[in-house]
């Protein structure tokens, strides 16, 4: 639940006191000064035999009290906002000092030509034609009236962010969304006053930093939720454009490219829909607060759950298994897969009865991967964007599992998630749009971004640093930190087996459920991978494997070679002596006496394990014929 805006009273009060105090104290100074010193010199040098220079004083410091009380009056500063500390720095800095913030400025020279073609893409009637200018200079102000001479216009002023705001701020790495002691709260950014006046076109220019970080910047944010919010104020049907004047792509999730109209250059002109847009500035300004579901209801027959497969089956289970864990808590939405060339028939068919629509792919290469490492095809997660047939994804790792239904999350806006680590999401369980020119916007700067880890999920983080934070439970990470304490795992480990669930997604990391042996999780016998061994949340998977049709149950047989990887293991486990025991447990996982592929003499294996000059040819897995949804019918 989202706790009010703003800090509490007394806080807000003092931080507020204290900075009126400080701006107090530079206006007397300055007041003495710049007002007082030179105002009695000069009425002693024009008028040394005054007879009044007491009245005169008098009236001085009457006049230069009203002044000082316009400045720290509350109508100065409203703009549709609560008054706060950030607004008051904001208006004594530009209207007594005559400061901007640097923050705000934007070093790029306008091409009016551009700029001329796009405004020409706008309908203004005659009647109205109202342009609001944000962050313009006077010089391009003036070009502005010259380019539309029949237009009003009227220059927007914004009230800057507080300069210790950050984006870390905004996007903390962790919020106590239980609310256990503390009820999490956004940082204010102030508002666009309505004009009072008809806007048929709002005219940005963003600043966009050279350094890789453009896209994680306050005011440039600042600067389209305020644009943003103001376009969604508008009253009545009449529609409102925005033109936003920078090198770098505006927020693509807050203004989508399907409602682009144009692009000339550095300028981007959009027509969005004011209803969606108003419900976009509702949401947290940041990861600093848990999202709410948007109030509109989509079309449940474009919606669907989607994951995707590409260059080995070994997640063919887990995406069987995600696909059962779904119906089996009544949803009834579409099951998307996507699937490259490796992909059998075989498998795909094991796919296709468990309830997936299969869409055949070409994988997409990381640029920045070297070849056959574990990223090198991780991009292909773009295609996602390409099913354009539904309006909301909710995108699933092949590797959890859902507990409870999770539906409601398609009422979330593009990009919902859960965080990660920093300012970042986890891109595991997400909520994403479908589009074909979102796809080519990722597409675009494969070259250029630069991913944190490499991957996918590095790189959707650059590209969607405005995004919106969904409960942790919404996909619960299967792992015990290093820094957990026995009371944090033993409240974990309740959670994974809680009957009924209090936890909606469970993710598997570490080595799958299905490559291990039933009988215990398999990461206790690593030991760099044992933060992620639960053997409570091994055997709910379980539960789920046995729930599946036994046709589907096959598409989770052991290979020879993993058999004997699990003996390894197991083996350097005992000589290690590793104090969990779980290498002291008798194996009776009847895929053990079940082979799938030509050795099958898994223990004889071990005997070359390790060997340089083994390889998998003599591993040869004879794909079987393809299954039926009809073989399944009568099970």
Same mark, same amino acid.
């Given at each position: 639940?989202?706790? +009010?805006?703003?800090? %509490? ?22 007041? !003495? ?8 010199? %000069? ?29 720290? %009056? ?123 006046? =008809? ?188 099913? !354009? ?48 020119? !979102? ?131 197991? =083996? ?58 009809? +073989?399944? %019918?009568?099970?």
């Amino acid at each position: 639940m989202r706790g +009010s805006m703003g800090s %509490s009273p007394r806080a807000s009060h003092r931080l507020s006191a204290s900075i009126e105090d400080v701006y107090r104290r530079r206006s007397q100074r300055s007041k !003495t000064k710049d007002s007082e010193k030179p105002f009695h010199l %000069s009425l002693q040098e024009r008028n040394p035999k005054c007879k009044f220079p007491l009245l005169r004083l008098v009236l001085l410091v009457i006049v230069s009290g009203t002044f000082v009380t316009l400045i720290y %009056s509350p109508d100065i500063y409203n703009n549709n906002h609560p008054p706060h500390s950030a607004s008051r720095q904001s208006f004594v800095e530009r209207w007594i000092w005559g400061g901007s913030d640097p923050r705000y400025v934007s070093d790029l020279d306008v091409d009016w030509d551009d700029v001329s073609k796009l405004v020409k893409k706008v309908n203004l009637r005659s009647e109205y034609q109202g342009i609001g200018l944000l962050n313009f200079n006077d010089s391009e102000i003036n070009q502005w009236k010259r380019l539309t001479p029949d237009a009003m216009h009227i220059v927007l002023q914004l009230d800057y962010a507080d300069k210790n705001m950050t984006w870390d701020s905004l996007y903390p790495e962790w919020i106590d969304e239980e609310e256990e002691e503390d009820v999490p709260i956004c940082p204010t950014l102030p508002k666009l006053k309505s004009p009072g006046k =008809r806007l048929d076109l709002i005219v940005v220019k963003l600043p966009c930093r050279n350094e890789g970080n453009w896209s994680r910047d306050v005011a440039r944010l600042h600067l389209q939720l305020a644009a943003a919010g103001l376009a969604g104020s508008s009253k009545g049907y009449n529609p409102v454009h925005l033109l936003f004047v920078t090198k770098c792509f505006p927020i693509p999730n807050l203004f989508t490219c399907k409602e682009l109209v144009a692009r000339e250059g550095n300028a981007w002109l959009y027509k969005p829909n004011l209803n969606v847009l108003r419900e976009k500035v509702q949401l947290p300004v940041g990861s600093c607060e848990l999202s709410l579901p948007l109030s509109g209801k989509g079309n449940v027959h474009r919606e669907a759950y989607a994951t995707i497969l590409h260059s080995a089956d070994v997640y063919v289970c887990g995406a069987i298994a995600a696909a059962q864990s779904i119906r089996m808590l009544g949803s009834t939405r579409d099951l998307v897969i996507l699937v490259d060339e490796t992909i059998s028939r075989y498998h795909r068919s094991g796919l296709e009865a468990a309830g997936w629509k299969i869409k055949t792919i070409k994988r997409i290469r990381n640029p920045k991967a070297e070849k056959d490492a574990y990223n090198e095809w991780n991009y292909s997660k773009f295609r996602l964007w390409q099913i !354009t047939e539904y309006d909301k994804i909710i995108f699933i790792d092949a590797d959890l599992l859902l507990l409870r239904n999770i539906d409601f999350l398609f009422g979330m806006p593009e990009i919902s998630a859960t965080g990660n680590n920093g300012t970042l999401f986890n891109s595991g369980v997400m909520v994403i749009e479908p589009s074909n020119c !979102t796809f080519q916007l990722l597409m675009d700067h494969i070259d250029e971004i630069e991913s944190y880890n490499g991957g996918d999920q590095g790189y959707l983080n650059e590209i969607f640093t405005w995004w919106h934070r969904i409960p942790k439970h919404m996909n619960f990470l299967k792992n015990f930190w290093s820094g957990d304490d026995e009371e944090v795992k033993q409240k974990k480990t309740r959670l994974f087996g809680a009957d009924p669930p209090i936890l909606y997604v469970l993710h598997y990391l570490g080595l799958k459920p299905w490559l291990c042996f039933r009988d215990y999780d398999c990461n206790w016998n690593v030991d760099i991978l044992q933060e992620f061994a639960s053997d409570v949340a091994h055997e709910r998977w379980w539960r789920v494997h046995d729930a599946m049709p036994e046709l589907l149950q096959q598409f989770c047989l052991l290979r020879s070679k993993q058999k004997a990887q699990l003996e390894w293991d197991r =083996r350097q486990a005992e000589i290690g002596n590793y104090t969990d025991g779980h290498w002291r447990i008798e194996v009776k996982d009847r895929r053990l006496k079940r082979c799938v592929d030509n050795l099958c003499n898994w223990k004889e294996m071990l005997n070359h394990w390790g060997e340089t000059n083994w390889t998998d040819s003599d591993l040869f897995t004879p794909t079987p014929p393809a299954i039926t949804t009809t +073989s399944l %019918s009568g099970l």
